[in-house]
């Protein structure tokens, strides 16, 4: 009887060492992956997506992210660019439950649960871009609770611009200068010809 109790305390205890309860450990910041002992991810489609404030990006203009779908108690979420693996732009003051987690030597380079209370979709993490990045996609492991999870949560790209809106103007600029160009000559030949 002693040994059946020894033995399940034992396991107790290495069930909650391996969990990670407080966040992911910096350990799982190129692969993602919850070392969650033998557990593995979800096979099928995550009932999450990633939704961005934006589908372009300026250069320390901060970025608002959000994971939709059910409520979740664990999360690592990161900003990548193309196949590297290393955590891009800085976050933002984290959210209740949730805190920074040292990737790619930056301190602020992902985001982690803080413990397992729940977030949802109104939890909302910010993020800065750098001046370094041309296109960028945010990726997500996130966990409905310690057994089940998704890897590879995935947000469509982002691509750097030069601001929308003077974007929008600077192309409109653009395409009228030639046309009134064109009016001015046509306007001059029609007089030639009436002349």
Known sequence: MDAVFFGVVVL?????????????PASTCVDMMPRHGAIQPQPNPPP????????TFQPGQPITVVIKGPDYA??????????????????QTPPSNTKFLLCSENPQGAITHANTNIKNNSTVYTWTPPASAKSIFFMATVAQQRSVYWVNVMSPTLTQS????????NSAERTAAPVLMLLVVLLANVQCLVA
């Open 48 to 55: 999450y997506t990633i939704q961005t404030s934006s589908t």
């Open 162 to 169: 030069g601001g929308t809106s003077l974007d929008v103007y």
């Open 74 to 91: 664990g999360v690592l979420l990161e900003a990548r660019s193309g196949s590297d693996t290393a955590a891009l732009g800085t976050w």
């Open 12 to 24: 107790q205890v290495l069930t909650c060492a391996l969990c990670f309860p407080n966040g992911a």
